[in-house]
């Protein structure tokens, strides 16, 4: 019920509803509930709806963390 | 993001968890609050690599459609049958969960009504403005994560002074029904890994009493295997350092702060009240309903419906114990055999991050043991 996507934002209208891709397919989605979303962010969709974007630097330090986990095993 | 699903960063994370489990005094028992955790744990394999690592995994009161009484799904029945030229627009989980008086699946509409299944509220609002002369119920159901959305199309369907359109709003709180899980001292939980998305809409702050008033730690998690057990263990490590607190172990997609605009059109559309869940009973302030500005979008005031939400479960039907965490889906004595996903007796099995689906798909993992 809660399972919510990451998706790139394609297209913003300034009406707030625009498009992402998800995995290659084009989707319709509403982005007035995250108002600073810019073409080019990555977001989560949920319901047709974006409720949050990513934050790029949090998510290479994620990634940073978990190479170095493997590393370390 | 492959690197989440690493074997050799899980095995290390999974070594970390149980050095910690085996330095703390008593066997940790964590809740997973929300549905689609359990069924990325039980996907993924960890619950039973996390009991052998000493860590008992306990599913929460996480899924919307399984809390949602009986009473709310027979009204929605009781519209789309009793009412013609209506359309009845509802999430697919919604019409699979079975009630006395049959499923949304199996009622038969009144003549020129239909039950539709949608993704996005704003289907069924599109469809109220498309065809005027029919009327629309958006039978809305769902957490923090859900309502945003929800309000967002009755504050736009107010607007525009739709009289076709309107909600059957079941709109549920995560925090109290937390602070209900641990008032009632069925379930030591000794710690919870809080749900991702409702807190990309609400922050962490919410969560802040569970520490507080209570000492219990938790952390936030995403829905990667990496991500679930980053939170275990932080949640372990709290333990062991004696500061419980609510750690942000997915900042990628939540800012500690959540999301304000969502929130703020969650509060301008909705008001708290004590609300009526499956198997918790009434939880002070845990559901919301329309504040009197937007009255007229509610349905259920609407079309004058009754809701009995003290309505009896089916015959021996358990899902509100599942819920509460008091009994494993294997301790139902109809899982399995009597209920299962092909002919539910229970919403649990219906939902598909409902606990009884996901100890039905992958629970044989888990009989299979180390």
Known sequence: ?73 | MKELRDPKAIARLLADIRDRARRLPDRPRLMEVCGTHTMSLFRHGLTPRLAEAGVEMVSGPGCPVCITPDGLHEAAIDLAAGIEDLTLATFGDMTRVPTRKGSLQTAVPAAGSRIRIVYSPEEALAEAEREPGRQVVFYGVGFETTIPAIAYVVKRAARARLRNFSVLPALWLVPPALKAVLDSDEVAVTGFIYPGHVSAVIGVEPYAFVARDYGVPGAVAGFEPGDILLAVRSVLDQSLEGRPRVALEYGRAIRPEGNPTARAVMEEVCAPFDAEWRGLGRIPRSGLRFRAKFARLDAAKKFGLSIKVKGKPLAGCRCGDVLRGVIRPQGCPLFGTKCSPDSPLGPCMVSYEGACLVHYKYGRRERKGP
């Open chain 1, 1 to 73: 019920m809660c399972l919510a996507v990451p998706a790139k934002i394609t297209r913003l209208e300034p009406s707030g509803l625009g498009t992402v891709d998800y995995i290659g397919t084009e989707v319709k989605a509403n982005f007035s509930l995250v108002p600073q979303a810019k073409p080019g962010d990555w977001v989560i969709i949920h319901a047709g709806f974006a409720i949050s974007v990513m934050d790029a630097q949090e998510a290479r330090e994620t990634l940073r963390l978990f190479r170095e986990l493997a590393e370390s095993s």
